[in-house]
């Protein structure tokens, strides 16, 4: 594995540590102007925005095809649950056998 081997070089280690660390203060600096900030807070507003809009018309999309929402097919899942068991529960009533009711007069 000569990637692996390369990866313990500690050459190679220190040569990446001063990299990450350049970089963190490339980072830091950016952060740190208020330019940079500020324009940072502005494309998140704006991402925040076209996610709040896009949101928006897909359900509008979604009503319009008049698809049903995750709620509205749980509950439907739930009656159909209960009918199949009342299905279910009737269907066996059928398979006993019918009871014999005993002639008018004849004791029970």
Known sequence: MLFDDMLRSPVLRRALAAGEAQAGRVVGRLL???AVATGLQGLLGA????RATLDAGVQTALKAARVPRADEVQSLQRKVDELEA???????RLDEPPRREPPAGEPR
Not at 47 to 50: F, V, Y
Not at 86 to 92: I, M, N, Q, T
């Open 32 to 34: 740190s102007s208020e």
């Open 47 to 50: 991402a925040s925005t076209a």
């Open 86 to 92: 009342l299905v279910g529960a009737l269907s066996a």
